[in-house]
């Protein structure tokens, strides 16, 4: 009954979209964002917008949209914004990862890469012999890949180590 509201890759041949609306259509889609929540279990994506919007504290709330299972696409209005929600992370949901990554707005969200979860790790103890940026980005790098290594970090904790 309803097949014929489907469209063949025929019936697309005639869709045209001229130099200009392409100019702005790119222009409108600038600041994007893709985000994946890693997890299995279910959960509402109005409470994921509603969480991140609290905690991302933009100046301006992004528009969020479901683009697949666990799959978001955000769009901020400034790049400040922008700039905070990609590479501002860990961000976490509930306890989940939520991975994100800059977005086109061309490719297929199925197929974006997300790079992993960039966590903040001490190490502790180290005695002074060694406190030495080699040792410590060895030491990092036995946990994962290394973004930075601070040998002298502010101190949030109390305590010996480094970041």
Request: contains cysteine.
């Amino acid at each position: 009954m309803l097949s014929h509201l489907e469209l063949n890759d025929d019936e697309l041949d005639d869709v045209a979209v001229g130099v200009e609306a392409a100019k702005e259509y790119q222009k409108a889609a600038r600041w994007l964002a893709i985000g994946k929540v890693q997890t299995s279990q279910s959960f509402s994506a109005e409470a994921l917008f509603e969480k991140m919007k609290s905690i991302w504290n933009l100046a301006k709330d992004p528009i969020c949209r479901e683009a697949g299972e666990n799959l978001f696409i955000f769009q901020m209005h400034c790049l400040a914004d922008w700039k905070k929600v990609v590479h501002q992370d860990p961000w976490t949901f509930r306890g989940w990862g939520l991975l994100v990554e800059d977005y086109d707005g061309l490719g297929d969200p199925e197929e974006v890469v997300f790079n992993g979860l960039h966590v903040w790790t001490q190490i502790h103890g180290i005695p002074e012999l060694y406190r030495k940026i080699v040792v410590v980005d060895d030491l990092a790098r036995r946990i994962g890949s290394v973004k930075e290594v601070q040998m002298t970090p502010k101190l949030f904790f109390e305590g010996n180590y480094v970041v």
